[in-house]
């Protein structure tokens, strides 16, 4: 393995390996500050998933909950191996009881597992949280908590660069269950869908695309390349094309310092968790490109497993994400502008400030 593992003064504090050989089970578990309350964090399950990821995805947890006001730390997790493979929950059942005894850690669906994932861990050691209705959850995805965030994100940040949402051209790298939902709040407020990708392609038509329609097709398990009504580009074309706003809702570091040149657009909403490294946040902020930093945009996820894991109410989680998203991202955006920093140091000391003032109150070691 060629990550070397380093901590900080904020972690992280555990960090589990899980294999058994005779499923082929591969896993990485990272619990990274649980200060705050119990780490919750997704399962992300793709085959090539490194612990590298898992780290830097866990830290993001960390500051996404703290800056989210809400009582957990940070965690995440990935399973090694193909989200479409045959054994999935078998593999899913091996993890849940190889996590059984990591009570500090809740895990939650990600990229690769989805509410029926959940389900099948909770049934196993009676701890996840994005669980189908049925068993008393919030189903995340369905209802599409962490675009909703994003959405909310981007009403705020139109203020402080003086964009009108209505006919903005939107493009969604990943319409996925983050990335269609994005689409859908986001056209609920005027803003118009002109592109969109998956792991197949790119569609494009600059006088729009039917969102319902994509979703219709991602549904019946097709790409948004079957939709009819527009141009066919390869995947990474998604990134060349000009918009008022950019959605990157898939895997990480998809905008870097090698590609962050051709990036042509007025706002990015990071709907992913870190879609876009920090060397190439800089460039954009210096050419005018405002981006909302993952862990303050995306935080809807968070704040509906938080609301869940409490017995709340749908109707509980919407307005938790309305009210902390929204004073969040002005806060991050005031001190942008008041103090001419990078958006991502702004959020981190947001973060930053909840998590050391819970930190002074953990046991000496």
Same mark, same amino acid.
């Given at each position: 393995?060629?990550?070397?593992?380093?901590?900080?003064?904020?972690?992280?504090?555990?960090?589990?390996?899980?294999?058994?050989?005779?499923?082929?089970?591969?896993?990485?578990?990272?619990?990274?500050?649980?200060?705050?309350?119990?780490?919750?964090?997704?399962?992300?399950?793709?085959?090539?998933?490194?612990?590298?990821?898992?780290?830097?995805?866990?830290?993001?947890?960390?500051?996404?909950?703290?800056?989210?006001?809400?009582?957990?730390?940070?965690?995440?997790?990935? !399973?090694?191996?193909?989200?479409?493979?045959?054994?999935?929950?078998?593999?899913?059942?091996?993890?849940?009881?190889?996590?059984?005894?990591?009570?500090?850690?809740?895990?939650?669906?990600?990229?690769?597992?989805?509410?029926?994932?959940?389900?099948?861990?909770?049934?196993?050691?009676?701890?996840?949280?994005?669980?189908?209705?049925?068993?008393?959850?919030?189903?995340?995805?369905?209802?599409?908590?962490?675009?909703?965030?994003?959405?909310?994100?981007?009403?705020?940040?139109?203020?402080? !660069?003086?964009?009108?949402?209505?006919?903005?051209?939107?493009?969604?790298?990943?319409?996925?269950?983050?990335?269609?939902?994005?689409?859908?709040?986001?056209?609920?407020?005027?803003?118009?869908?002109?592109?969109?990708?998956?792991?197949?392609?790119? !569609?494009?038509?600059?006088?729009?695309?039917? !969102?319902?329609?994509?979703?219709?097709?991602?549904?019946?398990?097709?790409?948004?390349?079957?939709?009819?009504?527009?141009?066919?580009?390869?995947?990474?074309?998604?990134?060349?094309?000009?918009?008022?706003?950019?959605?990157?809702?898939?895997?990480?570091?998809?905008?870097?310092?090698?590609?962050?040149?051709?990036?042509?657009?007025?706002?990015?909403?990071?709907?992913?968790?870190?879609?876009?490294?920090?060397?190439?946040?800089?460039?954009?902020?210096?050419?005018?490109?405002?981006?909302?930093?993952?862990?303050?945009?995306?935080?809807?996820?968070?704040?509906?497993?938080?609301?869940?894991?409490?017995?709340?109410?749908?109707?509980?989680?919407?307005?938790?994400?309305?009210?902390?998203?929204?004073?969040?991202?002005?806060?991050?955006?005031?001190?942008?502008?008041?103090?001419?920093?990078?958006?991502?140091?702004?959020?981190?000391?947001?973060?930053?400030?909840?998590?050391?003032?819970?930190?002074?109150?953990?046991?000496?070691?």
């Amino acid at each position: 393995m060629d990550f070397v593992w380093t901590t900080d003064e904020i972690g992280p504090e555990k960090v589990v390996h899980i294999y058994e050989s005779k499923s082929n089970l591969k896993a990485i578990v990272v619990i990274d500050n649980t200060s705050l309350g119990p780490a919750i964090g997704g399962v992300r399950m793709a085959a090539d998933v490194t612990a590298e990821e898992v780290f830097r995805l866990a830290r993001a947890m960390t500051f996404k909950n703290s800056a989210a006001g809400i009582p957990h730390g940070g965690g995440k997790s990935g !399973i090694v191996a193909d989200p479409k493979a045959k054994n999935k929950e078998a593999l899913l059942r091996l993890f849940a009881q190889g996590i059984k005894n990591l009570v500090d850690y809740i895990p939650g669906p990600d990229m690769g597992t989805n509410e029926e994932s959940m389900a099948i861990i909770y049934n196993e050691i009676k701890r996840s949280v994005g669980r189908p209705e049925e068993i008393g959850g919030i189903p995340l995805d369905e209802l599409g908590a962490t675009a909703y965030g994003v959405a909310v994100a981007t009403d705020v940040a139109k203020d402080f !660069i003086k964009m009108d949402l209505n006919g903005a051209g939107l493009v969604v790298q990943g319409f996925g269950s983050v990335g269609k939902h994005s689409a859908r709040f986001l056209s609920e407020r005027g803003v118009k869908l002109i592109a969109a990708n998956d792991t197949h392609g790119t !569609i494009y038509n600059k006088d729009g695309l039917d !969102i319902d329609g994509l979703i219709k097709l991602k549904n019946e398990g097709k790409s948004v390349i079957d939709y009819k009504k527009g141009e066919r580009l390869p995947v990474d074309d998604i990134l060349k094309i000009e918009c008022d706003i950019f959605v990157p809702a898939a895997r990480p570091d998809v905008i870097n310092e090698k590609n962050v040149n051709v990036v042509k657009t007025k706002l990015i909403v990071q709907g992913a968790n870190i879609p876009v490294t920090v060397g190439a946040e800089k460039i954009l902020h210096d050419k005018g490109i405002l981006s909302i930093p993952d862990f303050i945009a995306n935080a809807g996820g968070a704040i509906f497993t938080s609301v869940e894991y409490r017995n709340g109410t749908e109707k509980e989680a919407f307005e938790a994400v309305q009210t902390k998203i929204t004073k969040n991202t002005r806060l991050v955006l005031e001190k942008v502008f008041k103090e001419k920093v990078y958006p991502r140091d702004a959020a981190e000391a947001l973060a930053k400030e909840r998590l050391f003032k819970a930190m002074r109150y953990r046991r000496s070691r």
